[in-house]
Structure formats: C-alpha cells, structure tokens
C-alpha cells in the first residue's frame, strides 16, 4: 500500500466508526426501571409532600427532576395483595391475593415475566411478602415474610443466608452489588428493589437513633377522634393510645423488667437478636427514656401524645436510612451515565396513618392509608417538577412499565398506562377508582369493606359483620370526619356515587358471586359455615 491508499483506508476506517457510532446513539434503546418500593411509607413522611414532618431530599430529588403523583391510590390497601396487584396489574379478585393470608400463585403472568420476554434482565432484591420463588426474575434476594430491622436472613435464588447488620443498608447493598457486579450489562434492565423499613416495629439504624432527640411531635388534629357517625371505625385495634405496646412498639423494655406487657417478649427476641455492639448503642439510646418514662408514670391524655411523640420518632428515623439507599442507587445512575435512559419509581405498598384518627396500621378506604406515595423520574420522557393529579393507582405500573419498554402489553391487564398522563400528551384519563378490602377477622379489626372514590366524593359499603355505608365530601372534608351518606343534601351525589360503584364493579368484573369464597373464608373463622 502506499501513502494514499493507506491514507484512504485510514479514512474509510474512520468514517465508518462515525457512522456507527451515530447509528448507535439514535437507536432506540429500552429504558431501564428501577422499582422502588417500600413498606408503610405514609406521603406524610416525604417531603416533597410538604407536611414538614421530616427531610427526604434523595426521594424528593425524583419529583424534582421528575413527577410527583398527587393521587396515588393502592387498591387493597396491605402488604402482600398491594405486591401482588402491583406485578400481575390486576385487582385482588382477579390475582387470587385478596390478603396476607391466602397464598399467591406465581405461576400466573407477571410485568417482569413480559420484560424478560422483551430482552430485560430483572432481579428483586427485599421485601416481597409472597412466599414462594419469585418468578419472572433472574435473580431474587428477598426478605423471607416480614423480615428482620437487625441481622436478617435474606432467600438467594431459593437460598437462606443471615447478614449481620440493618435490614435497609443491607438490602441496598444487595442491590448496588447486583448493579454493578452481577447483571448483564448488555441488556436493559428491571430492578425491584423493596425496602422493609418503615414497618412496624420501627427499629432504627444505629446512627439514627438519636435523629429526632431535639423535637416534640404534634399529633393531627383529629387524632381524639370519637367516629361520630363511623361505627365501625369506632371498632378498630390500631389505636396510637390504646393499642400500641410501650414494650414492643415503643421499646420501654426495662432491665428490671417491670414494664410487663402482652406483647414486651416478642421486642424482647428482636433485642436479644442484635449483637453487643448493636445492642449497647440501643442500650445509650433507649435506657434514659425508659428510665424517665418510669418515673413520670403518664396517664391519659399525656400518655397518649407520649406515645405519639414516641411512635413518630422511630417510624421517621427508619424513614432516613431508606432515603439514604436512594440516594446511593440515584449516585449510581448518575456515575455510570445511566440516568437519562432510566425510569425510577418510589411508591409504598401502601399509606399508613400518622395519628389521623389516632391511628397508625393501615387497611381502610380512608385516605392516608388509601393514598400512597408515587414520584417518577425519566429525563428522556418526563419534565422535571411535573406534577400528576390524576387518579393513579397500583394497578397501572405493570402496563405503564409495558409501555416504556415498548413490550407487548396483555389484554387481561386492568390497569391503564399512565405514560400519556405524564408526558401531558392527553388529560383523559378514568374518573373513579375501586377499592377492595378483604382481611376480616384480623389483626386491627378492620371490617370488610369496598368502595369508589372519584375527584371530590367517596363512597365506602362496609359489609359481612354490618352494613353500613359511608359518603364523603372530600372538597369539604379532607379528613373524612363528617359521613354525609344520610344527609339529604347529598341525596343525588349518593345515587350518582351507588351508580358509580355498580359501575366500577363491572368494569373490573368483581361480582357477589366472586365474593363468594372470601365470605365462606368469613363464616368458617366465625364459626358460622356449617
Ligand atoms: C404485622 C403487624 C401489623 C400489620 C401487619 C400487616 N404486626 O402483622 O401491625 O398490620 O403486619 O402489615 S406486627 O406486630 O407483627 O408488626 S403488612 O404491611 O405486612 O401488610
Ligand atoms: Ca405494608
């Protein structure tokens, strides 16, 4: 070859990366998902919110450099059937899991089963709830049941192993590690990763026990409240006041063992779990307030906004680990240059009350436990501080998830995309959700229970054990206090709202007949089934 051939080969060579190189920056790539959820985050307790009850800037960073969603709504709202609605997209009645009891069939369809199919690479790392072998993901390292805040054991593929150390750091851990040493580079990916933390029993990391030593906590305005007009409200267990355990809950376990109550053994056994080290930092936290808790011997009212003050302080401060892992996951993204081509979701599995009522738990149709918190980021897609007011809810991930990656999206799918809502390409979009409610009789004692919200009302149908009907104005009563379902100026939106009902209960297809097994399920644990 001489000089200018080899000078046009060189040239041709060059010209030809370019090409390609171009080609490549144009081709349209599947967006990657990371899927953050965790368990009981109540909406009050990020402040993106803006109820000024703590800081969450890792979280709130996905609403500002992308959505913040309003009207977030689960559709039963407890910890294993929220899982399940959220990866088959289909109601309770449909997927077979209408409570934490029943068992799940994972060998119905799934959103990740559809992207592995579509070329994705998907792992679950955390809290699923859902016994069994995830399937649909390539890997999975998963909490078994409700899992442990201090050195838990995590399934591996369908194997356990105990990690030494906080539920929350570790499970990010798992899931940085899965990120950047054991997925497939090549392929886009999914990643489920699901916290534990903030559920009950609210055990702090470490270096956050002392987060909220300097603040006292307010409880809401309705948390003396007397359910005028709600009875079966008036029938829960889940009372700040009257059923949260100072042993258990609230961590009074005193050496001297003379704070004895009905539940202080189980906190005694997450205790004697932890190691010295873990253990004697509990000890510097926790000894001087049950120390002073003794001797002030409370009563009544102030014992109530104790435990308030109290529950607020160990629920927020495992709150901030949480955010933390986002903030390292969002780094990640960031170092890597995987951002822009990467959809990141945090939700909870459901809401959960912050002394509204004077409750915490969950599982009624009323609104903090109802709602849940939902922030999206997808640069490529998404304009940062966009806010969604539309009636949102868990139902729609799998087909929202579908539709970014371009996939096939089954017809049996009930929810709807909202990937249109969020681009501000249509403002259509449905203008009620329905609610199902099934665990009864169970723990908190909440009665079976469904109903239908739309933009401003609310009509609730408590049934099995009563049947009681409640109507809310939620314009004029956000806090759901006042049950305008007799009140005669309400006489037409309480038939537009029975219609609605009807009319969502065909929609989804949930029937008396589809009920049927959940009520023989309710006369056998009555002892009425002969
Ligand atoms: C546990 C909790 C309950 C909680 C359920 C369901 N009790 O049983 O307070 O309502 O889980 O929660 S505990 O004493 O064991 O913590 S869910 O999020 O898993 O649905
Ligand atoms: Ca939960």
Redesign the pocket.
Known sequence: MNLKQKLTFLLVILIGGLVSACHEKEEVKQPNIVFIMS??HAYQAISAYGHGLNNTPNIDRIANEGALFTHGYVTNS???PSRAVMLTGKHSFVNGKVD?IQSFNWDQDNFAKQLQKAGYQTAMIGKI?IDGLPQGFDYSNVLPG?GQYYNPDFIENGEKKRYEGYCTQITTDIAMDWLKNKRDKSKPFLMLYHQKAP???WMPEKKYLDLFKDKTFTPPANFFDKYEGRPVAAEHEMGIFEHLDVAYDLKMIDKEGEIQTKYRKYGQSFYDRMTDEQKAAWDVHYNPIIKEFKEARLKGRELALWKYDRYMKDYLATIQSVDDGVGTVLDYLDQEELAENTIVVYTS?QGFYLGEHGWF?KRFMYEESFRTPMLMRYPKEIKPGTVVDKLIQNLDFAPTFLDYAGSNIPEDLQGESFRNVINGKTDKYRDAIYYTYYEYPG??NVQRHHGVRTDRYKLIHFYYDSDTWELYDLDKDPKEMNNVYNDPSYAEVKEQMHKKLIEVRAKYGDSDEIDKNNLDRYLTAKGLNK
């Open positions: 368990d009981d407890i910890c294993a934490n709830h409700q559920h009950r029993t599995d738990d723990e908190h």
